[in-house]
């Protein structure tokens, strides 16, 4: 038999394993959390940058369009609106000009159709 001093320490040394197995998965826990943390805050910062920027570049563009130029031309491209005494210009595209491609990729067309009826 194992006498009981011996015992004790056994015990004794198996207690104070499992306190510093525990001990050191808190640890563990803890400094993962800690960067997962620092991660977050990194990303919180780097998000916080962009939407400044965008913030920035929104308050300009506003400003811009807040002057009568911008607004003037806004409604002139978006409303097809023009100022009394302006001539406006409207370029209509040429039907000649979609007829003649038609013609030529049928004529192309055509004559594929006819080589390859004669290769047959």
Same mark, same amino acid.
């Given at each position: 038999m194992i006498p009981k001093k011996i015992q004790n320490t056994i015990w004794f040394n198996a207690v104070l394993l499992l306190v510093a197995v525990v001990l050191s998965l808190a640890a563990y826990r803890a400094v993962r959390q800690a960067v997962e943390l620092g991660q977050e805050a990194e990303d919180g910062k780097k998000k916080i940058n962009e939407l400044a920027i965008k913030k920035q570049e929104l308050e300009t563009k506003i400003a811009e369009l807040q002057t009568s130029e911008a607004q003037e031309r806004l409604a002139k491209e978006k409303l097809n609106l023009k100022k009394n005494g302006e001539e $406006?210009?409207?370029?209509v595209p040429d039907k000649n000009l979609?007829?003649?491609k038609t013609t030529s990729n049928s004529w192309m067309i055509? $004559?594929?159709?006819?080589l390859g009826s004669l290769f047959k």
């Open positions: $406006v210009v409207v370029v979609s007829e003649t055509k $004559v594929r159709d006819f």
